[in-house]
């Protein structure tokens, strides 16, 4: 079974901070993904990798980048944390879609409030 | 502009009852549509797909409908189970795309006992 892991299921962190926010998934997958989810707005795409040291700007990268060195890792940051990266943060992962169409596999997420 | 849109935010429905779920989009260049549900404090789960070749799938107590011409699609539960309470998002692939999902924003369901 796919098993995608966050680091952390809280965190508080202080505006100004640099935040990592990392993501582990054990099953192989080219493709990663980070969403966050805020009420009303559903899950919105912040970047996404294709491979080891790829990555793709999704719809809302503003304040975010990403690293990729290993398939299996995907971290996100955060430059300098502000209050309205208050969210839900999910990471995700799957096989390429040349494989056929290949369902995301979501990890439980991390609760972030910056202060 | 690749829309997928959940105007419902919300449905209440009793137990034993049918819950259906719908979703819109824009744009016919989207051509596989996924169901996920969310409990609290959990990431999305995987619940069931539809390709756009055809207009039904059906997996036990869920099954989803695709409208073509109305660019529509439903999730019909039934029964309806107090489990069942979720956040359900509907999601597709654009025709051509690596994997890049087009999520809409979301109905949290109630399944009252």
């Known amino acids: 079974d796919v098993k995608v892991t966050q680091s952390s299921r809280y965190l508080v962190k202080r505006t100004g901070e640099k935040v990592f926010l990392e993501c582990v998934q054990d099953m192989d997958h080219e493709n990663m993904f980070w969403y966050r989810q805020d009420p009303g707005l559903g899950l919105r795409l912040i970047y996404f990798s294709y491979d080891v040291k790829m990555k793709e700007k999704g719809d809302i990268p503003e304040g975010y980048s990403v690293s990729r060195e290993k398939k299996e890792r995907f971290s996100l940051i955060l430059e300098s944390a502000s209050t309205n990266q208050t969210s839900m943060y999910l990471c995700?992962?799957?096989?390429?879609?040349?494989?056929?169409?290949?369902?995301?596999?979501f990890g439980d997420g991390t609760r972030l409030s910056i202060l | 502009d690749q829309q997928v849109k959940q105007n419902s935010p919300s449905l209440s429905v009793q137990e034993g009852r049918i819950s259906i779920l719908n979703c819109d989009y824009t744009?016919?260049?989207?051509?596989?549509f996924l169901w996920y549900k969310k409990y609290p404090a959990e990431g999305p789960t995987f619940l069931i797909s539809i390709s756009s070749i055809k207009d039904k799938n059906e997996d036990g107590r869920f099954t989803v409908f695709l409208n073509k011409s109305a660019k529509h699609l439903s999730l019909h539960i039934v029964p309806s189970q107090p489990g069942d309470s979720a956040v359900y998002f509907c999601a597709s692939f654009p025709r051509g795309n690596t994997g890049k999902l087009i999520f809409g924003q979301g109905t949290t369901l109630q399944v009252k006992p």
């Open positions: 744009n016919s260049m989207f051509d596989y």
């Open positions: 995700a992962s799957s096989l390429p879609r040349g494989l056929g169409n290949q369902p995301q596999h």
